[in-house]
């Protein structure tokens, strides 16, 4: 059975910076592309960032660009979201998701991800 687990959400001061992991389970990502993405209340679940199976391709939503970066430690089964500069927009319940076997490449719609984990909160306050 398949774990995707998420850590590290928090509530910050804007400007503030916060770490997220996802710790996989039940299978090995090395061939998997790997994403985060996001959903604020009342709002649709968005893209955030994505990562290639081998770390050489990697895509953010324009709204995080520059403040964001994606990584991952295939030898750990984990991938990372370090936000910096946070803005209280950045609020929101942080998913991370794996995109089976994409092996070339990534992609940002979410109904092509194939497991997920149950989120983690961060709050952004002004």
């Known amino acids: 059975q398949v774990q995707l687990v998420e850590s590290g959400g928090g509530l910050v001061q804007a400007g503030e910076s916060l770490r997220l992991t996802c710790a996989v389970s039940?299978?090995?990502?090395?061939?998997?592309?790997m994403g985060w993405f996001r959903q604020a209340p009342g709002k649709e679940r968005e893209f955030v960032a994505a990562?290639?199976?081998?770390?050489?391709?990697?895509y953010y939503a324009d709204s995080v660009k520059g403040r964001f970066t994606i990584s991952r430690d295939n030898a750990k089964n984990t991938v990372y979201l370090q936000m910096n500069t946070l803005k209280p927009t950045d609020t929101a319940v942080y998913y991370c998701?794996?995109?089976?076997?994409?092996?070339?490449?990534?992609?940002?719609?979410?109904?092509?991800?194939?497991?997920w984990g149950q989120g983690t909160q961060v709050t952004v306050s002004s």
């Open positions: 039940g299978r090995t990502i090395s061939r998997d592309a």
């Open positions: 998701a794996a995109d089976y076997l994409r092996v070339l490449g990534v992609r940002t719609s979410e109904y092509q991800y194939d497991s």
């Open positions: 990562i290639s199976c081998r770390g050489s391709s990697i």
